[in-house]
């Protein structure tokens, strides 16, 4: 089944007198349960394209239905629940409240949710723990390899137990060994059943995904099958 439905997506910016196209009619469908990376050249319109499949931005023309729903049809406010409830976002700088523990930052997007504390608490450690962090829970990002805070990033994005993990860059500060750890980590959820979507440089990063597509210039200009790297979590 579709999880994704775009449709002759377009993004335009004015920049002076001139107008940039940023995705130039773009139309792909992602069902539930894949892995995709999305790769191209910075410009190519990959992170424009992942800003829309998250809800943070609008195409100027175009449709894109999530889950079923037109996105494009919604409020602000609805664009807003609708991160909260179907996306998790997991970035390359992690993101994390630097004064605030593991736990604490994974409670966060149930505090924008209106879950109670107590339930907040149990369902953070719990995420922790499925990302192999829980005796991590009370220390700061400062007391935290850069890999432990991006798993913790990666337990906030699966708290609310979201539909699509969206990942952009999810390894740019990363050593070649921990990025490879991390990726392993999103095949493994993946192999668990939840939707991947990857924006990447690396080829080496997008071999972990069953689906590769490149962009160039605001368009689609491949998108194949690939035997995705093993999905087992490393010791």
């Known amino acids: ?3 994704i439905e775009a449709t002759d997506l377009v993004r335009t910016y004015a920049m002076g007198d001139q107008v ?11 069902d539930s349960g894949e892995f995709v990376a999305v790769m191209g050249a910075s410009g190519s319109g990959k992170s424009t394209l992942m800003n829309i499949l998250g809800c943070l931005d609008r195409p100027t023309s175009g449709h894109y239905r999530l889950a079923d729903e037109a996105v494009d049809a919604m409020s602000g406010d609805e664009l807003a629940a609708t991160r909260n409830r179907r996306i998790g976002f997991v970035f390359q700088q992690f993101n994390l409240l630097p004064r605030t523990s593991a736990v604490e930052n ?5 505090v924008y949710a209106g879950v109670k504390p107590a339930e907040r608490r149990a369902r953070a450690m719990a995420s922790l723990s499925r990302v192999g962090l829980a005796e991590r829970a009370g220390h700061t990002p400062a007391e935290l390899s850069g890999g432990q805070q991006q798993r913790v990033a990666i337990a906030r994005a699966l708290v ?7 990942a952009d860059e999810p390894t740019g500060a990363l ?3 921990t990025s490879q750890d991390i990726m392993r980590l999103l095949a493994e959820l993946n192999a668990q059943g939840m939707t991947v979507i990857l924006v990447t440089h690396e080829l080496d990063i997008a071999a972990f995904a069953r689906r590769r597509i490149t962009f160039k210039d605001g368009r689609v200009i491949e998108d194949l099958l690939q ?3 093993s999905p087992a979590l490393a010791t």
């Open 1 to 3: 089944m579709a999880l």
């Open 175 to 177: 050593d070649s060994k």
């Open 20 to 30: 940039v196209h940023a995705l130039d009619g773009i139309s792909l469908s992602i």
């Open 160 to 166: 609310n137990a979201p539909q699509l993990i969206l």
């Open 106 to 110: 994974v409670e966060l997007p149930m």
């Open 227 to 229: 035997q995705a790297a």
